[in-house]
C-alpha cells in the first residue's frame, strides 16, 4: 500500500513554523492569488524561504542542501553540466556517481523539470533540494563585488532571523521602518553607506517575482550587489521612500525624492526616483558627491588642443555653448566644471535646473516646479531681468526654452546648456527641428561639443598587450594599425584594488567650433552629414579618434572605446 504523502501546511505547522490559524491564513491567500500554501506563507510573512524548502524536503523525503554553509560550494562542479542548462534551470551539479546526476534543485513539484533534465542528460537524477534565491544567488554570482571581488551577503543570516522575529506573525502588520533599530532600517542604511564606499553612481532597487534585485552602477556598468528576500520588499521601499519624503502609500504613479545623510563625515545627497512596474516599484537612487564636479577642467579628459579651446569658449562674452550626448556622459559635471572656474565676484552666474543636483556658492541656482508654473521659459525671461553675466539652461527641451536661450545669447549674455544628441554637428539639426530659425542658431551658437565617458585602466592594473589579446575590429574603429598598437596599447588585468582592470572614468570629446561654412550650411537648413563633413574639414576630432589617444597614451583600452563611441557617422 502507497504511502501517503504529509500536506505541506501539516508539515509547517508540526515544525513549529506556523500555528493553525496562520496555517488557515495561509491556505486563503494561497488560494486568493493562485499560489501554493508555502509561497503564500512567506508572501505574508509568516515563514521564510529556508523553512518552506527544508519542509518541503521533508514531504518528498530529498536532502536540504544549505548553500550558505561552510565548504557547501566547495562541492558544486560546475563543469559536469553544461553552463545554458545550469541558468535556464536553475539547477547545482554536485558530480556524477553510478550513471546519475546529483542535482540540487529548488521545486521537487516541477516534475517536468526533471523529466526534460533526464532527457537531455541521459541519465537517472538523484535530486537535493535548495532555497531558489541562495541557488540563483550562487548562479548569477550577486555575492560578489564589482569585477567578482568577493562581496559577503547584506542579508546575513542574523539580520534575516531578526527580520522573521520582527514580524508580527498573528496579524498583518509590517516591519516597523521607522525605528533606527529595526533591522530593515538598518540594512538601508548599511545599503546608503556602502554604495558611497564603493563609488556608485546609481542603486537600483529592481522587484522581480521572486525575488528584489539589487545593483549598483560603477563607472557607467550595472552589477549585481544582491538578491534581497521577496518577503522584504515593501519594507524596502517603504522605508526609502520614507526617507526620501515621498508618499509611502501611493504607488501607482511615479514619485520623486530626495535623501541627504551623512555618510564618512560628508553630506552625501540621493535623487530617488520611483517609478511602478509590473512586480512592485522600481526604485533608483543617484548619489551626489558634492565634490564631484570640482575635478577640475584639466582632470575631465581633455586633450591639451580641446581644453585651450574650451577654455576660450567659456571666456567669451556672449553666444551659446552646447555639451551634448546621452544621459550619464558627464554633461552636468563638466558645465558646472566650467561655472566653478567662471564663479568669481565680479560675473553674476544665474541656473535654471531641473532638478538643481549640485549647491554652489556664489551662484543663484533657480529650480524648475511645473506644478506652480516655475517652468524653465518663466525663469529665463526673469533671470534676464536679473542682469547676469552667464547662464546655464539644464537642458534645451523645446522651441520656447530655445528661443528664450538664443535670445539671451544675442543680447550679451554668455549661455551654457544640454542638448541629447549622438554628435555635435547633429546640434544644429536638432535645433532647427525643434522649430527655431535657422539665422537664430547660425548667429547664436559659439560651439559644441559631444562627449562620452569612458573607463580608465587602473595603474597597477594593467598590462602592455600581445598581438594575441588584441581584436583587430577594435583597433579598426580607431583606426590603429596592429603593428603602431604593439608596445603602445594595454589591456586590463584583474588585481585586488580593481578586480576588472578599471578604476574612475574620463571623457573622450568631439568639439565643433562655428566658422563662416558652418554658418552658412545651418542657415541653408544642411543635412547633420553635410555638417559632419565640414566640421572634420575644419579640424573637429571625432569621438573615436579622440578615444584612440586615450589608447595611445595608456588610459583605457581600444574595446572601452568602442564600447561607448560607436555610432554611425560614416567616417570610420
Same mark, same amino acid.
Given at each position: 500500500m502507497a504511502r501517503t504523502r504529509k500536506k505541506l501546511g501539516q508539515i509547517l505547522v508540526s515544525s513549529? $513554523?506556523?500555528?493553525?490559524e496562520q496555517a488557515d491564513r495561509a491556505l486563503k491567500h494561497g488560494k486568493q492569488t493562485g499560489k501554493r500554501i508555502g509561497e503564500a506563507a512567506m508572501e505574508l510573512g509568516l515563514a521564510s524561504e529556508k523553512q518552506v524548502t527544508k519542509a518541503l524536503a521533508e514531504q518528498y523525503g530529498l536532502e536540504y542542501v544549505d548553500l550558505d554553509a561552510p565548504g557547501v560550494k566547495d562541492k558544486i562542479d560546475r563543469s559536469s553540466l553544461d553552463e545554458g542548462i545550469i541558468k535556464k534551470f536553475l539547477v547545482l551539479p554536485l558530480g556524477k556517481s553510478g550513471g546519475k546526476m546529483r542535482l540540487i534543485i529548488?521545486?521537487?513539484?516541477?516534475?517536468?523539470?526533471?523529466?526534460?533534465?533526464?532527457?537531455?542528460?541521459n541519465m537517472d537524477i538523484e535530486p537535493r533540494i535548495a532555497p531558489k534565491s541562495q541557488i540563483r544567488s550562487f548562479i548569477e554570482g550577486p555575492g560578489k563585488g564589482p569585477g567578482g571581488a568577493p562581496q559577503e551577503s547584506l542579508v546575513t543570516d542574523s539580520i534575516d532571523r531578526t527580520i522573521d522575529r520582527s514580524v508580527d506573525r498573528s496579524m498583518d502588520k509590517s516591519i516597523d521602518v521607522s525605528s533606527e533599530d529595526s533591522p530593515i532600517v538598518k540594512l538601508c542604511n548599511r545599503i546608503l553607506e556602502e554604495a558611497v564606499g564603493m563609488r556608485v553612481s546609481d542603486i537600483h532597487i529592481e522587484p522581480m517575482g521572486d525575488r528584489v534585485r539589487l545593483r549598483y552602477r560603477i563607472d557607467g556598468v550595472c552589477i549585481e550587489r544582491d538578491n534581497l528576500p521577496k518577503r522584504m520588499q515593501n519594507s524596502i521601499l517603504s522605508r526609502v521612500k520614507l526617507m526620501a519624503g515621498m508618499n509611502i502609500a501611493e504607488k501607482r504613479i511615479p514619485q520623486d525624492g530626495r535623501i541627504k545623510i551623512p555618510v564618512g563625515g560628508t553630506q552625501i545627497d540621493y535623487r530617488v526616483s520611483a517609478c511602478p512596474a509590473y512586480h512592485g516599484e522600481s526604485v533608483v537612487l543617484r548619489i551626489l558627491r558634492p565634490d564631484a564636479v570640482r575635478i577640475g577642467l584639466v582632470n575631465l579628459g581633455f586633450e591639451q588642443d580641446n581644453l585651450d579651446i574650451f577654455n576660450r569658449i567659456i571666456r567669451r562674452p556672449n553666444g551659446i555653448f552646447l555639451v551634448t550626448g546621452p544621459t550619464g556622459s558627464g554633461k552636468t559635471t563638466t558645465l558646472y566644471s566650467a561655472l566653478d572656474v567662471l564663479n568669481r565676484p565680479d560675473r553674476k552666474i544665474i541656473t535654471a535646473e531641473d532638478p538643481v543636483e549640485y549647491n554652489f556658492d556664489g551662484i543663484n541656482q533657480c529650480q524648475v516646479r511645473e506644478g506652480i508654473g516655475l517652468t524653465f521659459p518663466a525663469i529665463l525671461r526673469s533671470m534676464l531681468r536679473q542682469a547676469p553675466n552667464i547662464?546655464? $539652461?539644464?537642458?534645451i527641451r523645446d522651441r520656447e526654452v530655445g528661443e528664450i536661450a538664443i535670445q539671451a545669447a544675442l543680447t550679451g549674455h554668455l549661455v551654457f546648456s544640454t542638448l541629447h544628441t549622438n554628435d555635435a554637428p547633429s546640434a544644429i539639426t536638432r535645433l532647427i527641428d525643434m522649430g527655431i530659425k535657422p539665422f537664430l542658431v547660425a548667429s547664436s551658437i559659439q560651439a559644441v561639443m559631444a562627449q562620452r565617458l569612458i573607463r580608465v585602466l587602473h595603474?597597477?592594473?594593467k598590462q602592455l598587450a600581445k598581438e594575441e589579446d588584441l581584436d583587430p575590429k577594435y583597433l579598426s574603429l580607431i583606426n590603429l594599425k596592429m603593428k603602431d598598437a604593439l608596445g603602445k596599447v594595454y589591456k586590463a588585468v584583474s588585481t585586488e584594488e580593481a578586480p576588472n582592470g578599471y578604476k574612475g572614468r574620463k571623457g573622450i570629446f568631439e568639439m565643433m567650433q562655428m566658422n563662416a561654412e558652418l554658418r552658412e550650411l545651418a542657415f541653408k537648413l544642411a543635412p547633420s552629414s553635410e555638417l559632419r563633413k565640414a566640421?572634420?574639414?575644419?579640424?573637429?576630432?571625432?569621438l573615436h579618434e579622440d578615444g584612440r589617444l586615450k589608447v595611445i597614451n595608456g588610459v583605457t583600452t581600444p574595446e572601452e572605446i568602442a564600447r561607448v563611441s560607436q555610432t554611425d557617422t560614416g567616417e570610420s
Amino acid at each position: 500500500m502507497a504511502r501517503t504523502r504529509k500536506k505541506l501546511g501539516q508539515i509547517l505547522v508540526s515544525s513549529g $513554523v506556523l500555528n493553525a490559524e496562520q496555517a488557515d491564513r495561509a491556505l486563503k491567500h494561497g488560494k486568493q492569488t493562485g499560489k501554493r500554501i508555502g509561497e503564500a506563507a512567506m508572501e505574508l510573512g509568516l515563514a521564510s524561504e529556508k523553512q518552506v524548502t527544508k519542509a518541503l524536503a521533508e514531504q518528498y523525503g530529498l536532502e536540504y542542501v544549505d548553500l550558505d554553509a561552510p565548504g557547501v560550494k566547495d562541492k558544486i562542479d560546475r563543469s559536469s553540466l553544461d553552463e545554458g542548462i545550469i541558468k535556464k534551470f536553475l539547477v547545482l551539479p554536485l558530480g556524477k556517481s553510478g550513471g546519475k546526476m546529483r542535482l540540487i534543485i529548488h521545486d521537487p513539484m516541477d516534475l517536468e523539470l526533471l523529466d526534460n533534465l533526464r532527457f537531455r542528460l541521459n541519465m537517472d537524477i538523484e535530486p537535493r533540494i535548495a532555497p531558489k534565491s541562495q541557488i540563483r544567488s550562487f548562479i548569477e554570482g550577486p555575492g560578489k563585488g564589482p569585477g567578482g571581488a568577493p562581496q559577503e551577503s547584506l542579508v546575513t543570516d542574523s539580520i534575516d532571523r531578526t527580520i522573521d522575529r520582527s514580524v508580527d506573525r498573528s496579524m498583518d502588520k509590517s516591519i516597523d521602518v521607522s525605528s533606527e533599530d529595526s533591522p530593515i532600517v538598518k540594512l538601508c542604511n548599511r545599503i546608503l553607506e556602502e554604495a558611497v564606499g564603493m563609488r556608485v553612481s546609481d542603486i537600483h532597487i529592481e522587484p522581480m517575482g521572486d525575488r528584489v534585485r539589487l545593483r549598483y552602477r560603477i563607472d557607467g556598468v550595472c552589477i549585481e550587489r544582491d538578491n534581497l528576500p521577496k518577503r522584504m520588499q515593501n519594507s524596502i521601499l517603504s522605508r526609502v521612500k520614507l526617507m526620501a519624503g515621498m508618499n509611502i502609500a501611493e504607488k501607482r504613479i511615479p514619485q520623486d525624492g530626495r535623501i541627504k545623510i551623512p555618510v564618512g563625515g560628508t553630506q552625501i545627497d540621493y535623487r530617488v526616483s520611483a517609478c511602478p512596474a509590473y512586480h512592485g516599484e522600481s526604485v533608483v537612487l543617484r548619489i551626489l558627491r558634492p565634490d564631484a564636479v570640482r575635478i577640475g577642467l584639466v582632470n575631465l579628459g581633455f586633450e591639451q588642443d580641446n581644453l585651450d579651446i574650451f577654455n576660450r569658449i567659456i571666456r567669451r562674452p556672449n553666444g551659446i555653448f552646447l555639451v551634448t550626448g546621452p544621459t550619464g556622459s558627464g554633461k552636468t559635471t563638466t558645465l558646472y566644471s566650467a561655472l566653478d572656474v567662471l564663479n568669481r565676484p565680479d560675473r553674476k552666474i544665474i541656473t535654471a535646473e531641473d532638478p538643481v543636483e549640485y549647491n554652489f556658492d556664489g551662484i543663484n541656482q533657480c529650480q524648475v516646479r511645473e506644478g506652480i508654473g516655475l517652468t524653465f521659459p518663466a525663469i529665463l525671461r526673469s533671470m534676464l531681468r536679473q542682469a547676469p553675466n552667464i547662464i546655464l $539652461v539644464g537642458e534645451i527641451r523645446d522651441r520656447e526654452v530655445g528661443e528664450i536661450a538664443i535670445q539671451a545669447a544675442l543680447t550679451g549674455h554668455l549661455v551654457f546648456s544640454t542638448l541629447h544628441t549622438n554628435d555635435a554637428p547633429s546640434a544644429i539639426t536638432r535645433l532647427i527641428d525643434m522649430g527655431i530659425k535657422p539665422f537664430l542658431v547660425a548667429s547664436s551658437i559659439q560651439a559644441v561639443m559631444a562627449q562620452r565617458l569612458i573607463r580608465v585602466l587602473h595603474d597597477a592594473s594593467k598590462q602592455l598587450a600581445k598581438e594575441e589579446d588584441l581584436d583587430p575590429k577594435y583597433l579598426s574603429l580607431i583606426n590603429l594599425k596592429m603593428k603602431d598598437a604593439l608596445g603602445k596599447v594595454y589591456k586590463a588585468v584583474s588585481t585586488e584594488e580593481a578586480p576588472n582592470g578599471y578604476k574612475g572614468r574620463k571623457g573622450i570629446f568631439e568639439m565643433m567650433q562655428m566658422n563662416a561654412e558652418l554658418r552658412e550650411l545651418a542657415f541653408k537648413l544642411a543635412p547633420s552629414s553635410e555638417l559632419r563633413k565640414a566640421a572634420l574639414n575644419s579640424g573637429m576630432r571625432p569621438l573615436h579618434e579622440d578615444g584612440r589617444l586615450k589608447v595611445i597614451n595608456g588610459v583605457t583600452t581600444p574595446e572601452e572605446i568602442a564600447r561607448v563611441s560607436q555610432t554611425d557617422t560614416g567616417e570610420s
